[in-house]
């Protein structure tokens, strides 16, 4: 498995080679999918909230005689009964536990199996380097032009090392380019984004972290 390395300024170096533990294990979709779903679950946060007749306002007078009007009794207009009036079994916030457990190694092996399929497809570049002279977004936004040509307008995903931090800021305001640390990068990043532009130094850090 190869990957086009790039140096600083967008020009095409060599293909080089991906270590094959990391980028060579074939496509397994149900443990992508199962890694996937439970992903999303982990990030939902439960806002679905329903007062019961104990919050809701108002309802402390007897609405009307309990005998002699001919109407059925209530004691509060708070009743579920009545509109406005509390929910019965409504969600509560502190009911539901939507998060999913993910084991260490299917999360490893689902991001193994994306990287291995983006670097079949020829979907990861390589640079040795990002090196900017002004530092302007103008700037960054031309080196992927080089890199990338017509696909410039799909989603592409920058990888840097934690000591390139200071990076993000020239890549921020592209709109379709997402930016993440390596470490950081879950199947979520990898399925969202087209290409993914990696440094040397994130590739190592990658490897290091999936080996």
């Known amino acids: 498995m190869k990957a086009t390395l790039y140096n600083s300024k967008g020009e095409m170096l060599e293909q080089k080679d991906l270590s094959q533990d990391i980028f060579g294990l074939a496509l397994n979709k149900d443990l992508i999918y199962q890694v996937y779903c439970s992903l999303l679950a ?3 946060k439960p ?3 329903t007062k019961d007749r104990a919050e809701v306002r108002g309802g402390g007078k007897k609405p009307w005689a309990q005998k002699g009007t001919g109407r059925a009794r209530h004691g509060s207009i708070r009743s579920p ?3 406005g009036g509390g929910v019965v ?5 502190k009911n539901y536990n939507l998060k999913k457990k993910i084991n260490r190694k299917a999360k490893q092996q689902s991001l193994k199996m994306i990287f291995g399929q983006k670097a079949k497809d020829q979907e990861i570049k390589l640079i040795e380097k990002f090196e900017f002279k002004e530092g302007k977004t103008k700037e960054a936004y031309n080196l992927l032009k080089k890199i990338f040509g017509k696909d410039i307008r ?4 920058i990888m840097l090392d934690h000591k390139e931090k200071n990076l993000k800021i020239k890549f921020r305001n592209i709109p379709s380019v997402e930016i993440i640390d390596a470490s950081d990068v879950n199947i979520l990043h990898l399925l969202n984004n087209k290409f993914v532009l990696l440094s040397q130094e994130a590739m190592a850090n990658l490897e290091k972290r999936l080996s």
């Open 42 to 44: 982990n990030q939902r």
């Open 81 to 83: 009964l009545w509109k």
């Open 154 to 157: 799909k989603k592409i995903l």
């Open 47 to 49: 806002i679905a909230y």
């Open 89 to 93: 079994f409504g969600p509560r916030l």
